[in-house]
Nanobody, 125 residues
Framework: QVQLVESGGGLVQAGGSLRLSCAAS????????MGWFRQAPGKEREFVSA????????YYVDSVKGRFTISRDNAKNTVYLQMDSLKPEDTAVYYC??????????????????WGQGTQVTVSS
């Protein structure tokens, strides 16, 4: 079992920045691909970004490329999402998730085994 706890959400003006953190406890953190997803009101949950077990590979959905940066610290059992140049359309609840699956399936929420409770990000125009 893995417990994931997100933090760092909040209210920010368009163009601003936030840094989300996700602290993991339980099983060996470095065994998991880590991902960030988000869900806006009335919309389905969507993939945002993922990072490989070692941290050497990352991937982003097109809408956040160049603005968001995912990273992880396996010594601290934590994954981060640095969000810059935020836009109102980034407003959502952001979830971190852990996957035992393969890198090729990183986009699919059903491949993730453990989920955090979510943290709200609101970007005002």
């Amino acid at each position: 079992q893995v417990q994931l706890v997100e933090s760092g959400g909040g209210l920010v003006q368009a163009g601003g920045s936030l840094r989300l953190s996700c602290a993991a406890s339980g099983r060996t953190f470095s065994n998991f691909i880590m991902g960030w997803f988000r869900q806006a009101p009335g919309k389905e949950r969507e993939f945002v970004s993922a990072i490989s077990r070692s941290g050497t590979s990352t991937y982003y959905v097109d809408s956040v490329k160049g603005r968001f940066t995912i990273s992880r610290d396996n010594a601290k059992n934590t994954v981060y999402l640095q969000m810059d140049s935020l836009k109102p359309e980034d407003t959502a609840v952001y979830y971190c998730a852990a996957s035992r699956s393969t890198w090729g399936l990183r986009y699919y929420s059903r491949q993730y085994d453990y989920w955090g409770q979510g943290t709200q990000v609101t970007v005002s125009s």
